[in-house]
Nanobody, 117 residues
Framework: QVQLVESGGGLVQAGESLRLSCAASGSIFTQYAMGWYRQAPAKQRELVAT???????NYADSVVGRFTISRDNAKNMVYLQMNSLKPEDTAVYYC???????????WGQGTQVTVSS
């Protein structure tokens, strides 16, 4: 079992930055690929960025060059640095933990990010 708690969301203006954090507990953190997903109103949840247990990173095309995902295995933390935010980045952002080769897949409760124009 893995518990995930996100923090760092808020209301910002276009062009500003936010840093999201996700604290993980309850299992061996290094065995999990971690990711950030987001869901805007009336839209499906979509991938933002993932980082594997080995540090392999993948980004959605819409955030390349603006967002950076990182993990600190010593602290059981995952971060999403979001720069040059746009109104279309407005969504609830969810932290995800997934163990490859299993059906183990966990979600946090989400944190709201709102970008005003």
């Amino acid at each position: 079992q893995v518990q995930l708690v996100e923090s760092g969301g808020g209301l910002v203006q276009a062009g500003e930055s936010l840093r999201l954090s996700c604290a993980a507990s309850g299992s061996i953190f290094t065995q999990y690929a971690m990711g950030w997903y987001r869901q805007a109103p009336a839209k499906q949840r979509e991938l933002v960025a993932t980082i594997s247990s080995r540090g392999i990173i993948n980004y959605a095309d819409s955030v390349v060059g603006r967002f950076t995902i990182s993990r600190d295995n010593a602290k059981n933390m995952v971060y999403l640095q979001m720069n040059s935010l746009k109104p279309e980045d407005t969504a609830v952002y969810y932290c995800n933990a997934r163990r490859a080769g299993t059906q183990l897949n966990y979600w946090g409760q989400g944190t709201q990010v709102t970008v005003s124009s």
